[in-house]
């Protein structure tokens, strides 16, 4: 995953949630990118939000095959 560069990174996260909003996996983001490894997460539909202190900045559906 690639941010802009116009994203400050302090206090920013991600999380990965199936589709019953269950918390799969979480990091804090130090970089304007990132590698979510699929090791644990079995094929379905996720979501990934992109996240500060304040809430949301943006949020995707994952679709795992």
Same mark, same amino acid.
């Given at each position: 995953?690639?941010? !802009?560069?116009?994203?400050?990174? *302090? ?5 990965? $949630?199936?589709? *019953?909003?269950?918390?799969?996996? !979480?990091?804090? /983001?130090? *970089? %304007?990118?990132? @590698?979510?490894? $699929? ?9 990934? %939000? ?12 994952? /679709? @795992? *095959?």
């Amino acid at each position: 995953v690639v941010l !802009s560069d116009k994203i400050s990174l *302090q206090n920013l996260f991600w999380e990965l $949630r199936d589709i *019953q909003g269950k918390l799969i996996s !979480s990091e804090n /983001i130090e *970089q %304007n990118s990132f @590698v979510i490894y $699929r090791n644990n997460i079995t094929n379905g539909i996720y979501s990934l %939000n992109i996240k500060n202190k304040n809430g949301t900045i943006a949020s995707k559906k994952i /679709i @795992v *095959q």
